[in-house]
């Protein structure tokens, strides 16, 4: 089945830095690669998702890279806030009747 | 536009009890999965219904089960509960088969004493 690493498992930055959270997955099948975001006691939300057609998206201070071949997707946040403070979960799935498998997250602190 | 639902938030069981919880998809979403969050375990994969039929099972025991109803509504119970079972409970409904885009309940809270 389908593997997904998650690095670091822990990231902090100093506010108005970047961060950047790296995924691989096993298998080349997989096709659509959501980012969610799960601040301290609330339920994990969808900020950013890629298509395998595509090799990058942007969303304001977010941003999503993809590598096919090396089979690797990254997030970006650029100019980082203390509210991104966040556990961040990368997901790859293949569609059809397959679930997606998600990384073991990535705590993200931002200082002040 | 209603998000998902999940109830109760918060549940306190005794060990040996069994639980079950509900979770209300998006109008017109029909796939609905369980996760299991633990601390440092990330989300853990239990089972997704489809149209009423379990299309996907994670690696849990059999005392972990689901069912979905006509209306897309989902229970999962948990029996003999262990103190192990103590986590969170999160629900996704989907659109899509292809189980694109989750969007998440804000899950039931379970504690086994």
């Known amino acids: 089945g389908e593997n997904v690493e998650q690095h670091p498992s822990t990231l902090s930055v100093q506010e108005g830095d970047s961060a950047v959270i790296k995924c691989t997955y096993s298998?080349?099948?997989?096709?659509?690669f959501p980012w969610y975001k799960q601040e301290l006691g609330k339920r994990p939300q969808l900020i950013i998702d890629i298509r395998s057609n595509v090799g990058e998206k942007k969303d304001q201070r977010i941003a999503v890279t993809l590598n096919k071949t090396a089979k690797h997707f990254s997030l970006h946040i650029t100019e980082t806030q203390p509210e991104d403070s966040a556990v961040y979960f990368c997901?790859?799935?293949?569609?059809?009747?397959?679930?997606?498998?998600f990384g073991r997250g990535t705590s993200l602190i931002v200082h002040p | 536009k209603a998000g998902v639902t999940q109830t109760p938030r918060y549940l306190i069981k005794t060990r040996g009890q069994q639980v079950t919880l509900s979770c209300s998809p998006i109008s017109g979403h029909r796939s609905v999965s369980w996760y299991q969050q633990t601390p440092g375990q990330g989300l853990q994969f239990l089972f997704e219904y489809f149209s009423e039929t379990q299309r996907n099972k994670g690696n849990f025991p059999g005392r972990f089960s689901g069912r979905q109803f006509s209306n897309s509504r989902s229970e999962m119970n948990v029996s003999t509960l262990e103190l192990g079972d103590s986590a969170l409970y999160l629900c996704a409904s989907s659109l899509d088969e292809g189980n694109y885009g989750y969007t998440f309940g804000s899950g039931t809270r379970l504690t086994v004493v």
């Open positions: 298998d080349s099948a997989s096709n659509y």
């Open positions: 997901a790859a799935s293949k569609g059809g009747s397959y679930i997606p498998t």
